[in-house]
């Protein structure tokens, strides 16, 4: 629920939204290679 506030909240802007995806790929990335 969290994540798709933020996504409906910055889909105003297409380069914002794809840079929150960035981000949020990049951490879960960051946390697999954690484990």
């Known amino acids: 629920k969290n994540a798709?506030?933020?996504a409906t909240?910055?889909?105003k802007t297409a380069e914002?939204?794809?840079g929150f995806i960035d981000i949020?790929?990049?951490r879960?990335?960051?946390r697999q290679l954690s484990t």
């Open 4 to 6: 798709r506030r933020v």
């Open 9 to 11: 909240r910055y889909d």
């Open 16 to 18: 914002s939204f794809l």
């Open 24 to 26: 949020t790929s990049i």
């Open 28 to 30: 879960l990335w960051l």
